[in-house]
């Protein structure tokens, strides 16, 4: 993304995000956010400070953020860097990756705490009582866990790679189970995208996301109905995947028009496509980040619902506090760290 003008945030939050949070950008709240912005800049220079932001972020964060994009790409991003410290504006599993990955190299701070269901749906005694059962077993978890999970996992994947992942684990490990965890509407749609050969092996958590969980069948319908002409780009998160992905399969209309992406995904196919009309069925805030990257095309939120309230407890505010207190630092158990760095790194090995 060109990097904005603070001149320019009033016009452009209200012409790109001006329906996704009614009334929030007034003049008087975009110009206290303008200096704010302002002196977050000039903090985050002083204490040479790289400041990364979610596709979930508020558009003053996208915007302040030196790089914007999803979990793995942004730790993968700042792992490559040299900076000594990281402003790390996303959910608090998403600041230990980025910890775990960077290692002591550079300390990792974050604007607030949040959490996120689909982490809070992993229950710790259920996850021992399955690798009890099956000490063969085979553990992939998606990489929206925390570190602890992270570290007694045998893999780690993300939405863009689940199936690969899954088929990578079957072959290396003929005849055992397999437990995905913890979104089951990213399982069963990585199992019908994947080659295994035997389904009844893998054994599917029952955790999701409330956001994604949400966005069921109607709101699909619904969605269509209103942009007939549109691409649906959907995350496999969501709650109607499987639905979707078995109109998808039968090509049922306008089903030949969905596709199942990843953020970053839905960022490259949408480039690409010849299409210039999308729905986009996922957090509200990646619409912002589409909008802006391709301001030729159109793109309609799913629902007015899919807003992630702990991504949205951050806030330029929050982050301009962290630069000036140092308050919140992100760090993990040594032990915990090398364990999880073992299983990210399986990952990162398959593709
Ligand atoms: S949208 Fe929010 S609740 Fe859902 S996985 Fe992302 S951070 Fe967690």
Request: one cysteine or more; aromatic letters at 8%; hydrophobic letters at 40%.
């Amino acid at each position: 993304m060109q990097p904005l003008a603070l001149k320019d945030w009033y016009e452009t939050f209200n012409r790109n995000a001006g329906d996704l949070y009614p009334g929030r950008y007034t003049r008087e709240y975009t110009s206290r956010l303008t200096d704010t912005a302002r002196r977050v800049r000039e903090l985050a220079q002083r204490k040479r400070s790289l400041i990364v932001a979610h596709n979930y972020q508020f558009p003053e964060l996208q915007e302040i953020a030196v790089e914007v994009g999803d979990s793995l790409g942004l730790s993968r991003y700042v792992a490559k860097q040299t900076a000594p410290r990281v402003d790390f504006c996303g959910v608090w599993f998403m600041g230990e990756t980025a910890k775990t990955i960077m290692g002591e190299r550079a300390k990792v701070y974050m604007p607030d705490k949040p959490g996120c269901s689909l982490v809070d749906s992993i229950d710790r005694a259920r996850l021992m009582h399955w690798k009890e059962s099956f000490p063969d077993g085979v553990v992939i978890s998606y990489v929206n866990t925390d570190a602890a999970t992270k570290a007694i996992s045998d893999y780690i994947c993300t939405s863009r790679n689940a199936a690969q992942v899954l088929d990578h684990a079957a072959k290396a490990n003929p005849g055992k189970r397999i437990l995905f965890l913890p979104d089951k509407f990213l399982g069963s749609v990585s199992i019908s995208q994947s080659e295994i050969v035997d389904p009844s092996l893998v054994d599917l958590y029952d955790g999701f996301c409330h956001v994604h969980a949400k966005i069921g069948e109607t709101a699909l319908e619904e969605a269509f109905d209103r942009y007939p002409e549109a691409e649906l780009l959907i995350h496999p998160e969501c709650g109607c995947a499987s639905h979707c992905m078995a109109r998808v399969m039968q090509g049922n209309s306008p089903y030949q028009k969905a596709f199942f992406l990843s953020t970053e995904g839905m960022v490259h196919h949408a480039a690409r496509s010849g299409a210039r009309e999308f729905i986009v069925g996922t957090e509200m805030g990646m619409v912002y980040r589409l909008r802006r990257r391709m301001p030729d095309k159109v793109f309609h939120p799913v629902s007015p619902e899919a807003v992630c309230e702990y991504m949205k407890m951050n806030t330029l505010e929050k982050l301009l506090d962290s630069l000036e207190q140092d308050r919140i630092e992100v760090t993990i158990e040594p032990e915990t760290a090398r364990k999880a760095q073992l299983a990210i790194d399986r990952m990162l090995s398959i593709q």
